[in-house]
Each structure stands twice: as C-alpha cells, then as structure tokens.
C-alpha cells in the first residue's frame, strides 16, 4: 500500500473530489482508507438513557484508487516510487521534486 496512516492526500474522484484530507486508517486488505472529514454519512445514534437521540457524523472508508498522496516535501500531489535506502527499508520518494515523503 502506496498511503499510510496520517499521510495528507488529495481526493481525485467521488463527491469529495477536489478536497484533502489527513489518513486516519488504512484497511490493507479491502485497499480502502478512511480520512478525516471526507466521505462524511450521518448517523442516527439511538437515545440512550436520560439523553436524547442524537445525530453523528462518521467517515466511511474510501477506495485508495481515489486519492493522490501529498508529498510532504513539495506540498503537491504526486505518484509516488519507492526505492531501497542504506539499511535495506523502503522508502517512498516523490515523482514531481524526488524528495523522500515521511
Ligand atoms: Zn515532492
């Protein structure tokens, strides 16, 4: 998986097309991600107890296929390659400045 939790990424496709947004979970194996605040569905929670019933908003997870990573170096959205470095780690560098994105 080319995302990774608390990477900032670019939606390029669906209703939240054109926003960004911080990784907040990455489901590996339906190659989906949740990212803050994108893809956003209300939520009827019954009432509990002495409170009333209340609506909440949650994010649903999103194809990975529709977000672009942010490089953390050049600010941009980019594609990104990755590359062995020293200690035999791979670490993904940015097509658009060739900087190593953290
Ligand atoms: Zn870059």
Same mark, same amino acid.
């Given at each position: 998986m080319r995302i990774k939790k608390n990477d900032n990424v670019l939606i390029i !496709? /669906? !209703?939240? !097309? /054109?926003r960004q947004g911080e990784v907040q979970s990455v489901l590996v194996s339906k190659n989906k991600v949740v990212i803050e605040g994108i893809n956003l569905v209300k939520q009827h929670r019954k009432a509990q107890g002495m409170s009333g019933a209340e609506i909440v908003e949650k994010e649903l997870p999103i194809p990975v296929a529709n977000v672009m990573l942010i490089c953390s170096a050049c600010q941009k959205p980019t594609r990104v390659s990755s590359d062995k470095i020293g200690d035999g780690s791979r670490v993904r560098i940015c097509k658009n400045c060739q900087e190593v994105i953290e």
């Open positions: !496709k /669906g !209703k939240d !097309k /054109g």
